[in-house]
C-alpha cells in the first residue's frame, strides 16, 4: 500500500539542483505552475562535484526542498565508453548533493534514479521489491551501482536522522532539452539526429544499433516532472516509486515511428554488432498511480515535440557540445 503524506507547496524554497539537464529543467517548468520559490544554480556558480562548494551554497539558501535531477547520463555507449565517469561523478553529484540537503537541515528531497538499478532478469513488470534481488545489466551496472548507493543514502539518512527522503525511479525518458549527441544520447534522441541527418543528406539507410528486439518504455520528461512533485507532495516512504506510462514498444517499432514522424523514406538497418542492453524493463506503476498521477503524453505526440525542440537547436548545436 502507498503510504499518503501531505506536503503543501505553497510558500516552500525548492532547489532543483541540476536545472540545465532534460529532467531539471522540466520540473523548472513544472514549479513554476506552483506557488514557490525556485533556487537553482549553473554549473559555473556551483560546480556539485565541490563539496564545499555545494554545501555552502545549500547553507546559504535554506530550501526546504531539494529536487536532485544532477546527473551523468548518457545511452548504452556512454555507459560503456566511460565506466569510471558514470560510478564516480554519479556517486560524487549526489553524495555532495545529499549530504549538504541534511547539513542543512532540509527535510525533504526527492533523488532520481533509473529502472536500470533492477535486476537485468527481474520479473516484468518490475516491482519495487526487485531491487537487489539479483544481478544487473552489464551495459550499465557502473551508473546503476551509483544510483543504487543514492537510493541507500537516502534510505540510511531516514533510518538514522529520520530525513523525508524518497527515491524514483523513471523509466527511459525523452523530450525537450535531450542530448543529441550521435553517440552518447539515448535511444530517441540519437535515432531523431540519425533520421533527420539520412534525410538531409541523402542517405538510403539508417543504421539502427542492436536487433531491434529490445523494449523499452518511455516516458515523457513533463509527465516525469509532474511525477516526482507528486512524491514531493504527497509520498513519505524508505521503499522507492516508480515511474512509467504501463507500455513498452521494441526498438523496431520506435525506429519506424521516428522514421514516420521525420519523413525519412529509406531503409532501417539493424547492426547486432551493438548491444541490445536489457530485453525489456517495463515498471509496475501501481504505487504511483495510487497517489493519483497518471502520464498524460502519448508517444507520438511526445516523439513531435522532441523532433521540434531537436530542430529548433540544430543550428546552435555544431559544433558539437559535451556528452
Ligand atoms: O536508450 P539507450 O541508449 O539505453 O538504448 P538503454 C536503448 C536501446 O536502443 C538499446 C538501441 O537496445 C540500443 O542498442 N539503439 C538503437 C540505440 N539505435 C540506437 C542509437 O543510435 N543510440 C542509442 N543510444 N541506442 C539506458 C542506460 O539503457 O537506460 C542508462 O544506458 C539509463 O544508464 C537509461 O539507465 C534509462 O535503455 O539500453
Known amino acids: 500500500m502507498t503510504t499518503r503524506f501531505d506536503w503543501p507547496l505553497s510558500g516552500k524554497k525548492i532547489w532543483v539542483a541540476g536545472h540545465r539537464g532534460m529532467v531539471g529543467s522540466a520540473m523548472v517548468r513544472r514549479l513554476q505552475t506552483e506557488d514557490c520559490e525556485i533556487i537553482t544554480a549553473t554549473r559555473a556558480e556551483v560546480d556539485l562535484l565541490d563539496k564545499a562548494a555545494t554545501a555552502d551554497f545549500c547553507k546559504q539558501h535554506a530550501p526546504d526542498a531539494v529536487l536532485m535531477c544532477a546527473a551523468m547520463v548518457g545511452g548504452i555507449k556512454a555507459n560503456t565508453d566511460y565506466p569510471v565517469d558514470f560510478l564516480l561523478q554519479n556517486l560524487e553529484l549526489q553524495n555532495n548533493v545529499l549530504m549538504a540537503a541534511h547539513n542543512s537541515d532540509v527535510d525533504r528531497l526527492v533523488f532520481l534514479g533509473s529502472t536500470c538499478i533492477y535486476p537485468r532478469d527481474a520479473e516484468q513488470p518490475l516491482r519495487e521489491e526487485a531491487l537487489l534481488t539479483g544481478p544487473l545489466e552489464t551495459t550499465n551496472e557502473w551508473y546503476a551501482i551509483a544510483k543504487i548507493a543514492g537510493i541507500k543514502l537516502c534510505q540510511a539518512l531516514r533510518q538514522q536522522y529520520g530525513r523525508h527522503y524518497v527515491s524514483v525511479m523513471p523509466s527511459n525518458l525523452y523530450g525537450p532539452g535531450d542530448n543529441y549527441h550521435p553517440e552518447h544520447s539515448h535511444v530517441v534522441a540519437a535515432l531523431l539526429r540519425k533520421?533527420?541527418?539520412?534525410?538531409?543528406?541523402?542517405?538510403?539507410?539508417?543504421?539502427?544499433?542492436?536487433?531491434g528486439t529490445?523494449?523499452?518504455?518511455?516516458?515523457?520528461?513533463?509527465?516525469?516532472?509532474?511525477?516526482?512533485?507528486?512524491?514531493?507532495?504527497?509520498?513519505?516512504a524508505a521503499e522507492?516509486?516508480?515511474?512509467?506510462?504501463g507500455h513498452d514498444i521494441t526498438i523496431t517499432k520506435l525506429a519506424e515511428t521516428i522514421a514516420k514522424i521525420t519523413d525519412y523514406q529509406g531503409t532501417l538497418r539493424f547492426d547486432p554488432s551493438?548491444?541490445?542492453?536489457?530485453?525489456?524493463?517495463?515498471?509496475?506503476?501501481t504505487k504511483l498511480a495510487a497517489l493519483g498521477w497518471q502520464p498524460k503524453m502519448l508517444l507520438a505526440d511526445g516523439l513531435r515535440l522532441a523532433y521540434k525542440d531537436f530542430m529548433a537547436g540544430w543550428k546552435q548545436r555544431t559544433p558539437e557540445r559535451g556528452m
Open 195 to 211: 533520421f533527420h541527418e539520412a534525410k538531409q543528406n541523402g542517405s538510403d539507410e539508417v543504421i539502427i544499433w542492436g536487433t
Open 214 to 236: 529490445p523494449r523499452r518504455e518511455f516516458l515523457y520528461v513533463d509527465d516525469m516532472a509532474n511525477a516526482c512533485i507528486t512524491v514531493l507532495r504527497s509520498y513519505d
Open 240 to 245: 522507492i516509486i516508480n515511474v512509467g506510462v
Open 274 to 285: 551493438y548491444p541490445d542492453g536489457t530485453p525489456r524493463k517495463l515498471v509496475d506503476n
